[in-house]
């Protein structure tokens, strides 16, 4: 289960990976936190319609990459807080979709993060342990028939020390179309740009490693 503050930082993040376990046969499932109504320059823009056109992005790059669900919160772009309400809706989501790992943002990046960042990968880590495993912690859930679940793993991309690298190479091309996915976002760079610089990223991140193109994680077994 992937959960992202916006619709398009899950291609940034994890896409590659998101391709290699839905091409083995396994399921992944998408909950975007907000709308990502407020991430545009243009004073003319209306933020309902550019909710809309990101929310059709992000359908479509799920459907590249294999993606069977893809769950929208609408929290308020750029509004979201640590509160009640947002650790009861991921925690249902855990629940609902009992997922063996969980991957987000990491939420402890230093002095340049976008707020709804650090709050979705914090609440996600608060969400894994202790809300979604414990009985009492939502008495909403129970009445709704979601039992508590564990996870066993958390993947955090936008890490400053990874300690899991997944090796993209196969699924670079996979990756870049899902990302094409989102015009409204990444049409202002151009498209060769975007190419070049996410190569060169995931170049990066596989340096030390006997493979080309990598996506670098903080790794965290949840074995206590
Ligand atoms: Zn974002």
Same mark, same amino acid.
């Not at 669900?69 to 309400?85: K, N, P, R």
């Not at 009992?98 to 230093?110: F, I, L």
């Not at 976008?114 to 009492?136: C, E, K, L, M, S």
């Not at 409204?184 to 760079?189: A, T, W, Y």
């Given at each position: 289960?992937?959960?992202?503050?916006?619709?398009? %930082? +899950?291609?940034?993040?994890?896409?590659?990976?998101?391709?290699?376990?839905?091409?083995?046969?396994?399921?992944?499932?998408?909950?975007?936190?907000?709308?990502?109504?407020?991430?545009?320059?243009?004073?003319?823009?209306?933020?309902?319609?550019?909710?809309?056109?990101?929310?059709?992005?992000?359908?479509?790059?799920?459907?590249?990459?294999?993606?069977?669900?893809?769950?929208?919160? %609408?929290?308020?772009?750029?509004?979201?807080?640590?509160?009640?309400?947002?650790?009861?809706?991921?925690?249902?989501?855990?629940? *609902?979709?009992?997922?063996?790992?969980? +991957?987000?943002?990491?939420?402890?990046?230093?002095?340049?993060?976008?707020?709804?960042?650090?709050?979705?990968?914090?609440?996600?880590?608060?969400?894994?342990?202790?809300?979604?495993?414990?009985?009492?912690?939502?008495?909403?859930? &129970?009445?709704?028939?979601?039992?508590?679940?564990?996870?066993?793993?958390?993947?955090?991309?936008?890490?400053?020390?990874?300690?899991?690298?997944?090796? &993209?190479?196969?699924?670079?091309?996979?990756?870049?179309?899902?990302?094409?996915?989102? *015009?409204?976002?990444?049409?202002?760079?151009?498209?060769?740009?975007?190419?070049?610089?996410?190569?060169?990223?995931?170049? %990066?991140?596989?340096?030390?490693?006997?493979?080309?193109?990598?996506? +670098?994680?903080?790794?965290? %077994?949840?074995?206590?």
């Amino acid at each position: 289960m992937v959960v992202a503050p916006h619709p398009d %930082d +899950a291609e940034f993040g994890i896409a590659g990976t998101v391709a290699k376990i839905t091409s083995s046969g396994k399921e992944v499932v998408y909950v975007i936190v907000t709308g990502g109504e407020k991430g545009t320059d243009d004073p003319a823009a209306n933020p309902d319609d550019i909710k809309a056109i990101r929310r059709a992005e992000q359908l479509a790059a799920a459907s590249v990459l294999g993606v069977s669900e893809v769950q929208f919160l %609408d929290f308020a772009d750029g509004g979201l807080e640590d509160s009640y309400h947002c650790r009861l809706a991921i925690t249902r989501e855990i629940r *609902r979709f009992r997922p063996r790992v969980v +991957a987000s943002t990491d939420p402890y990046r230093r002095y340049m993060w976008h707020r709804d960042h650090r709050i979705t990968g914090q609440v996600v880590a608060d969400a894994v342990y202790p809300f979604a495993r414990n009985w009492p912690a939502f008495p909403e859930l &129970i009445k709704e028939n979601l039992a508590p679940h564990t996870v066993s793993r958390m993947l955090f991309w936008g890490c400053e020390e990874p300690n899991h690298f997944e090796d &993209i190479t196969p699924v670079f091309d996979t990756k870049l179309k899902a990302l094409r996915c989102h *015009r409204s976002q990444i049409g202002m760079h151009g498209d060769n740009n975007l190419e070049a610089w996410l190569h060169q990223r995931a170049a %990066d991140m596989a340096r030390g490693q006997d493979y080309e193109l990598a996506e +670098a994680f903080r790794c965290i %077994d949840v074995n206590w």
